[in-house]
């Protein structure tokens, strides 16, 4: 019954590759995407260019891999990574890679390049029906083997939504033998703070009684994705200030705007770190009797150490703590340049929001300090 409704998730097939593929070609926008990726080559050319596509992996590869390239080089300082031998068999073996959530696309974009060009199968990923409102974006997505989580509804529909995600889940990692890419939490992390749901290891559960053996049998391993400017922290520092005082409401097409804008921004380095399986930690727990809710906090606990040790701090994660502290605590991290440079940088990001309150910088600076905070246990 559940399988039956795996079709409202799934991406596309080889098979659905075609009709995808031309209306990308028919949509709006496809001139302006042409001219971004292949700026020597007319419409025509780039349009039998897609349609010589066979594959999503062929698709992938060659389009979507370009993409990724394009925005490192032109909005970025360079992509490096780490750790990566620890999933060294995911072609064989699959795993569930549960990242902290900095950038809507751009995250699992990233980590789809590092995958790509080490000659390694790419996964499954996660996104949010709330997004899934304009057609090529759709199509990009699920040509980008993106899974639909349905989010909202009343309290039965969500359950029921969990659960059918939980076993698409499952089914995807222990029979179709595919990895899958998931946040730690619903939404982007807006203060720095990488700290996992619970919810989410719940709903990774599912209706299974063996807990323990339940979270086994989806080889989960942790993903650190650490960005040197942080990506849209103009927007996510408006949000925090304004939810400190009013509920805060999402603006018509909010949500692709941050989209556009993770992908044009300037982000300095990124480094994307691979984690350790936490079944070692499973294992330590399988015969404690702990009841049901302690295992899920020992998982909690796990990743979110892991993502607080993997997280790669850059100069201005150092910056910021010492301005929000007035001190040269670790004046030996930066150099005055870089300081000076990242004070112009936060002074800009002020000026630009319509608040005028000191609030805004103790925001805006926070969400640099709080990861070298979580990592050196300065909470």
Same mark, same amino acid.
């Given at each position: 019954?559940?399988?039956?409704?795996f079709d409202?998730?799934?991406p596309?097939t080889?098979? +659905?590759?075609p009709?995808?593929?031309?209306? %990308?070609?028919?949509?709006?926008s496809?001139?302006?995407?042409c001219?971004m990726?292949?700026?020597?080559?007319s419409?025509?050319?780039?349009?039998?260019?897609l349609?010589? =596509?066979k594959?999503i992996?062929?698709?992938?590869?060659?389009?979507?891999?370009?993409?990724?390239?394009? %925005?490192?080089? !032109?909005?970025?300082?360079?992509?490096?990574?780490?750790?990566?031998? *620890?999933?060294?068999?995911?072609?064989? =073996?699959?795993?569930?890679?549960?990242?902290?959530?900095?950038?809507i696309?751009?995250?699992s974009?990233?980590?789809?390049?590092?995958?790509?060009?080490?000659?390694?199968?790419?996964?499954?990923?996660t996104?949010?029906?709330?997004?899934?409102?304009?057609?090529?974006?759709i199509?990009?997505a699920?040509l980008?083997?993106?899974?639909?989580?349905?989010r909202?509804g009343?309290?039965?529909?969500?359950?029921?939504?969990?659960?059918?995600?939980? +076993?698409?889940?499952?089914?995807?990692?222990?029979?179709e033998?595919?990895?899958?890419? &998931?946040?730690?939490?619903?939404?982007?992390?807006?203060d720095g703070?990488?700290?996992?749901?619970?919810?989410?290891?719940?709903?990774?559960?599912?209706?299974?009684?063996?807990?323990?053996?339940?979270?086994?049998?989806?080889?989960?391993?942790?993903?650190t994705? !650490?960005?040197? =400017?942080e !990506?849209?922290?103009?927007?996510?520092?408006?949000?925090i200030?304004? !939810?400190?005082?009013?509920?805060?409401?999402k603006?018509? *097409?909010?949500?692709?705007?941050s989209v556009?804008?993770?992908?044009?921004?300037?982000?300095?380095?990124?480094h994307?770190s691979?984690?350790? *399986?936490?079944?070692?930690?499973?294992?330590?727990?399988?015969?404690s009797?702990?009841?049901?809710?302690?295992?899920?906090?020992?998982?909690?606990?796990e990743?979110?150490?892991?993502?607080y040790?993997?997280?790669?701090?850059w100069p201005?994660n150092?910056?910021?703590?010492?301005?929000?502290?007035?001190?040269?605590?670790?004046?030996?991290?930066y150099t005055t340049?870089q300081?000076?440079?990242? &004070?112009?940088?936060?002074?800009?990001?002020i000026?630009?929001i319509?608040f005028?309150?000191s609030?805004?910088?103790?925001?805006?600076?926070?969400?640099?300090?709080?990861?070298l905070?979580?990592? =050196?246990?300065?909470?």
């Open positions: 019954m559940i399988e039956n409704n409202k998730l799934r596309y080889d098979k +659905e590759l009709a995808a593929v031309n209306r %990308i070609i028919e949509h709006k496809f001139p302006q995407l001219k990726l292949y700026p020597n080559k419409t025509d050319e780039v349009a039998n260019i349609r010589s =596509f594959t992996h062929e698709f992938q590869k060659n389009f979507a891999l370009r993409m990724v390239l394009k %925005i490192i080089e !032109s909005t970025t300082n360079g992509l490096t990574y780490s750790g990566l031998e *620890n999933i060294k068999d995911v072609n064989n =073996f699959a795993h569930l890679l549960i990242a902290n959530h900095r950038d696309v751009l995250d974009a990233l980590m789809q390049a590092v995958f790509t060009e080490n000659n390694l199968q790419t996964t499954q990923i996104v949010g029906d709330n997004l899934m409102t304009d057609q090529l974006f199509d990009l699920k980008n083997k993106m899974f639909t989580l349905i909202g009343s309290k039965i529909q969500m359950y029921r939504n969990a659960i059918l995600h939980s +076993e698409y889940i499952r089914n995807l990692i222990t029979n033998n595919e990895s899958l890419w &998931i946040a730690q939490r619903d939404g982007r992390t807006k703070n990488d700290k996992t749901q619970q919810g989410l290891i719940k709903m990774l559960i599912g209706n299974r009684k063996d807990f323990i053996q339940a979270l086994r049998e989806l080889n989960i391993v942790p993903v994705i !650490s960005y040197e =400017f !990506s849209c922290a103009k927007s996510k520092t408006r949000e200030y304004i !939810s400190k005082h009013v509920e805060y409401q603006y018509d *097409n909010e949500d692709m705007k556009m804008a993770g992908f044009t921004t300037f982000k300095g380095r990124i994307i691979f984690g350790k *399986n936490i079944n070692a930690i499973l294992d330590k727990i399988k015969n009797n702990l009841p049901n809710n302690e295992i899920v906090d020992v998982v909690v606990n990743l979110d150490k892991q993502f040790t993997n997280y790669k701090l201005n150092y910056i910021a703590f010492d301005l929000l502290n007035n001190s040269d605590k670790y004046s030996s991290e340049e300081k000076n440079t990242f &004070i112009k940088y936060t002074d800009k990001i000026d630009e319509e005028k309150d609030e805004i910088k103790t925001i805006l600076l926070g969400i640099y300090a709080n990861p905070k979580n990592k =050196f246990g300065l909470n």
